[in-house]
């Protein structure tokens, strides 16, 4: 089944202890993106994946860190998560970028406290 | 920075009424992609319009866009109780390299 996966899909912790979230795609997409959805923003980009190698950052990068090192994944790093990082968090893939649909992981909700 | 505004923000109608959906956008677009969520869940693509597009059709579906007034609509025709839920429009604006999505029609469709 073509999927976008991620885990954990809730997760509690504290202030300042470093956290991954990672995204994992079986459809050899090449087009991959984190979004953070916060009520009355909507989703905003946080960072997307060209390709493999290949990263750049969305509308709200501070505080995260990708990487993508195979095509297949697309972990998502909080190095020192902080309570304004609370949120639900989507990962989501798509075949290249542009004119293609996106699917979309699960979700996280992640609590900073 | 966010480019497509949904309107209303919240529609609530009863079963079988058609349901009317709207999204302006400020720049240049490739296409414009509408989404479904479901309460806390992923969002899942519905339609893709292109930008040469004036109209396109998918079941119950039926999405207009005007790139000369950048704006969108999507209409869902004899809604059901299933079809509750969050309504984004995301657009590619041209050079962007991402989506950008608005914030969201909340539809509430009453038995």
């Known amino acids: 089944e073509a999927q976008v996966t991620q885990n954990p899909r809730y997760l509690i912790t504290v202030t300042g202890k470093k956290l991954t979230v990672t995204c994992s795609q079986n459809?050899?997409?090449?087009?991959m993106s984190w979004y953070r959805q916060d009520p009355g923003l909507g989703l905003r980009q946080i960072y997307y994946?060209?390709?493999?190698?290949?990263?750049d950052k969305g509308d709200v990068p501070e505080g995260y860190k990708v990487s993508r090192k195979e095509k297949r994944n697309f972990p998502l790093i909080l190095e020192s998560p902080s309570p304004n990082q609370t949120s639900l968090y989507f990962c989501?893939?798509?075949?290249?970028?542009?004119?293609?649909?996106?699917?979309f992981g699960p979700g996280t909700r992640l609590t900073v406290t | 920075s966010q480019q497509g505004e949904e309107d209303p923000q919240a529609l609530s109608i009863q079963e079988g009424e058609n349901a009317t959906m709207n999204c302006s956008y400020k720049t240049s677009i490739n296409n414009l992609q509408w989404y479904r969520q479901n309460s806390g869940r992923g969002l899942v693509h519905l339609i893709l319009?292109?930008?040469?597009?004036r109209e396109k059709h998918s079941g119950r579906l039926r999405v207009t866009l005007d790139t000369s007034k950048k704006s969108s609509s999507l209409l869902i025709t004899a809604s059901r109780a299933a079809d509750t839920a969050s309504y984004f429009c995301a657009t590619d604006p041209k050079g962007a390299q991402k989506l950008v999505f608005g914030q969201g029609t909340r539809l509430t469709i009453n038995p």
């Open positions: 994946s060209m390709n493999v190698e290949v990263t």
């Open positions: 319009i292109r930008s040469n597009e």
């Open positions: 459809m050899n997409h090449e087009y």
């Open positions: 989501a893939s798509s075949l290249a970028y542009g004119g293609y649909e996106q699917y």
